[in-house]
């Protein structure tokens, strides 16, 4: 039977169709880097000190000075405390003035700002002294929506299709997104930031989908570069947009709107054809398909459009087939293990931007910047050094950056700044290694159940990164600390796997291809697979990396 891949050959691998739906979910993940970290602007640090009003009743002819003095306790720099206040007492003034306050406790008013700083997250909800975890936690929950739509919406979009579920996600992402801006309360905040996260993730894993099944196998990864890129532009955008708009709640619908200019996408956005081929669905993919090559300026033959059927996909593996053999099992453990640092060391670094001691909004211009060079640069370290290496040293630097940073001074934010943005660099590089390096390990019965174990992973360490954050009240070395050791520990380990540049792609659960096989060479282990210098014929590698397209990423 004709293979899919041979229509997608007829029709033009990379023409001006696929170049408009590349276009199309480029545009749509410009917009997801804000609801990932355009909180870390809303929630700068500034001054407060507590609410000492109290004692305007005692004394109303008080200047600010004298309340100040008389009120709050000073710190060993000699400031005022920023959390802590003498507790009030119903003496007269002359006696407070005499004998002083001596006896204090927390916060029990409420704070006070610069009235000349416009409304912000943290001004609004308080997000100071004691609840200053929860700007952390509100990020573990949105890290929590991301987990949550990746389990919802990857299997939604094999059930109803690509499109319907990238368009409810776009409006999901939208309505919550400027409902954001209209919360009364913080934990509600929190829980729509969640919901925000689920349609992102879902938003995600349909663009990778949409763009694999319609490109080409040998256009295939420049096409999700260049989706990859509009998202590292889209982190450069970001810092402009926040700095030119410090009301944080007109900053979250200037960061949400736009999502609404995409209407549309209802009529332009295409169903994958491949989705309609496996559904039986045959007289629309014909349809689809046939505007895709006019498009391109193309003609499908009548002949191969009646070869058309619905394609008999095998039976996947399950989860605990990854570790029933060996060879597989230590190949899991591993890579979970690097989508986990990966994710890890990514979120902690860029989550972290405003840490580093110098301008929030320029440091943040400079970790958008270098995942532009960090993504391109992976299609020829992959290519000149393979898969192993480059997974590896990229891990090993990244986490080498972040212990480098643990023992660099606080009055030297230039040095720290630095460093960070090379373990940016490196941690971006690295996770783009990871999504080939999966799909080149796993064979393809539990290719799609393997990369989803990898991606939920890296939710759980994206859950994590913000919590690990709040370790620096104890000592500010300490989340780096963690964050380096940890991916280190990951690289080395990565030195234990397969090299699978240039090798046969496995089919089965014995990592030999069923097709030509003799029996000499049934049930090859993954250690011997690798040192095949064969290539699949194009077919059976198109069905390969489609089943890879459908991965929970």
């Not at 919406?153 to 409810?168: E, K």
């Not at 919360?183 to 894993?205: K, L, S």
């Not at 319609?214 to 096409?223: D, E, N, T």
């Not at 990244?398 to 941690?427: F, R």
Request: glycine share 8%.
């Amino acid at each position: 039977m004709t293979e899919f891949g041979d229509f997608i050959s007829a029709l033009g691998e990379f023409g001006l169709y696929q170049k408009l739906l590349v276009l199309l979910i480029s545009i749509s993940l410009l917009l997801n880097p804000f609801q990932m970290i355009g909180q870390v602007f809303m929630v700068l640090d500034e001054p407060h000190h507590c609410n000492t009003s109290w004692i305007c009743a005692i004394g109303p002819n008080l200047t600010e000075e004298e309340q100040l003095n008389l009120t709050l306790p000073r710190d060993a720099d000699g400031a005022y405390e920023q959390c802590s206040m003498y507790s009030p007492v119903d003496w007269d003034l002359d006696s407070i003035v005499a004998y002083g306050l001596n006896a204090t406790e927390k916060c029990s008013s409420g704070w006070v700002y610069p009235s000349a700083q416009a409304p912000s997250l943290l001004t609004e909800f308080d997000l100071v002294c004691d609840r200053k975890d929860l700007n952390d936690i509100s990020q573990s929950i949105y890290m929590l929506g991301l987990l949550l739509g990746s389990i919802i919406f990857g299997p939604l979009s094999d059930r109803i299709g690509r499109r319907p579920v990238f368009l409810i996600c776009m409006l999901i992402r939208g309505l919550f997104g400027v409902g954001i801006a209209f919360v009364p309360h913080f934990y509600v905040y929190m829980a729509f930031r969640c919901v925000v996260g689920a349609a992102e993730a879902g938003i995600m894993i349909i663009a990778l989908v949409l763009v694999t099944e319609w490109v080409g196998l040998s256009h295939r990864s420049k096409a999700v570069l260049i989706t990859h890129c509009c998202f590292a532009i889209g982190q450069m955008i970001v810092p402009g947009l926040c700095y030119g708009i410090r009301n944080w709640r007109l900053l979250q619908i200037a960061g949400s709107a736009p999502v609404f200019a995409l209407f549309f996408y209802i009529w332009v956005l295409p169903e994958s054809a491949r989705w309609l081929v496996i559904k039986g669905r045959i007289e629309e993919a014909k349809k689809v398909l046939q505007k895709a090559a006019s498009i391109n300026k193309r003609t499908l033959p009548q002949e191969l459009l009646e070869q058309l059927k619905p394609e008999t996909q095998p039976k996947p593996g399950s989860t605990l087939d990854l570790f029933r053999e060996k060879h597989l099992r230590k190949v899991t453990l591993i890579m979970v293990c690097t989508w986990f640092a990966d994710s890890l060391v990514y979120y902690g670094l860029s989550l972290n931007v405003s840490g580093f001691g110098l301008n929030v909004y320029l440091t943040q211009l400079a970790f958008g910047g270098v995942e532009l060079p960090a993504r391109c640069a992976c299609i020829f370290l992959l290519q000149w050094f393979g898969r192993k290496k480059t997974q590896a040293v990229l891990l090993l630097l990244s986490g080498l950056m972040c212990l480098i940073i643990t023992g660099i001074p606080e009055d030297q934010p230039v040095v720290s700044t630095v460093l960070a943005t090379i373990g940016k660099l490196t941690a971006t590089a690295s996770f783009s290694t990871s999504y080939v390096y999966s799909a080149e390990l796993f064979p393809t019965v539990v290719r799609q159940t393997s990369v989803g174990l990898c991606s939920m992973s890296a939710r759980l360490s994206g859950i994590m990164a913000p919590l690990m954050l709040l370790l620096e009240q104890y000592h500010r070395a300490i989340p780096m600390a963690v964050f380096g050791s940890v991916t280190v520990v990951v690289g080395l380990l990565c030195f234990l796997l397969p090299e699978t540049r240039g090798t046969d792609l496995a089919d089965d659960m014995g990592l030999e291809d069923i097709k030509g096989a003799t029996p000499q060479t049934s049930g090859r282990s993954l250690e011997t697979l690798s040192k095949k210098g064969t290539t699949k014929a194009g077919g059976d590698l198109e069905k390969d990396n489609y089943k890879f397209s459908e991965s929970k990423l």
